[in-house]
């Protein structure tokens, strides 16, 4: 019984927040809605801020939880436009009332967890610094943070779907392109030379054989800011094919 009222204050809550603004909600309001009295009610939440915390955890570890794998930056962002529509309007209200901050850090929560599995899927087996790694992950969660609050403070327009489509159509030739460029040897071609041997007369030099100790490509986006337009990716150590 304790566990089926607990769900029913969450759903009335959830419900009354749908329709109305965060601040303008009271304990009044959802007994009456759920149809138990206000000592139920604090048997169960101290007052409405921590029931407000309690339902986003639970609902960012449930989507947590059903994410394991990411396979790029566009699905981060995708599972985070997800999250918030889910409960649109519900997300809306938080999003304009003083507990706003619950709400981004469960968001930031979740930014870290997809773009955490995000780069251990793009870089697989590959080494990397762990304070690489960490300055990525921060680099990245805070891009896809900044564009879902950037959509919310915009009042979620429709088109951000499309706008997001396009900045990851832009964003191409970054982690995964490069980590496929850096360990390249033109495998399954005549010009492999794993699998047609080292010929003198060979025009083409693989960018990765087990000699190399340093490899590097420069990619070239004229059309971007010089800033980032113009990056040179460079790996040291003996390639891993």
Request: proline share 3%; net charge negative; aromatic share 10%.
């Amino acid at each position: 019984m304790p566990s089926f009222t607990r769900k029913a204050i969450m759903e009335a809550f959830l419900k009354i927040l749908d329709e109305k603004p965060l601040g303008k909600i009271t304990i009044r309001d959802i007994v009456d809605e759920c149809g138990i009295n206000r000592n139920t009610f604090y048997y169960h939440f101290a007052d409405i801020p921590e029931l407000l915390e309690t339902i986003i955890k639970e609902e960012t570890d449930h989507v947590i939880s059903g994410h394991s794998d990411v396979t790029s930056f566009e699905e981060c962002l995708t599972i985070g436009v997800q999250y918030i529509l889910k409960n649109r309007r519900a997300m809306m209200h938080i999003y304009n009332s003083v507990n706003r901050e619950i709400m981004e850090r469960a968001l930031m929560r979740l930014c870290e967890y997809m773009v955490r599995t995000y780069l251990r899927t793009a870089f697989g087996e590959l080494s990397l610094a762990q304070d690489d790694l960490e300055t990525l992950v921060t680099a990245y969660k805070c891009q896809a943070f900044g564009l879902l609050i950037d959509w919310m403070n915009n009042g979620l327009k429709d088109d951000f779907e499309n706008t997001l489509l396009r900045l990851c159509e832009l964003r191409k030739g970054t982690i995964e392109d490069a980590k496929a460029l850096m360990r390249d040897h033109f495998a399954g071609t005549e010009h492999d030379p794993y699998g047609h041997g080292l010929r003198g007369d060979e025009p083409w030099r693989p960018i990765s054989v087990f000699r190399t100790y340093e490899a590097h490509v420069m990619q070239v986006r004229p059309w971007l800011p010089k800033e980032i337009g113009q990056v040179i990716y460079v790996a040291v150590g003996m390639a891993d094919l």
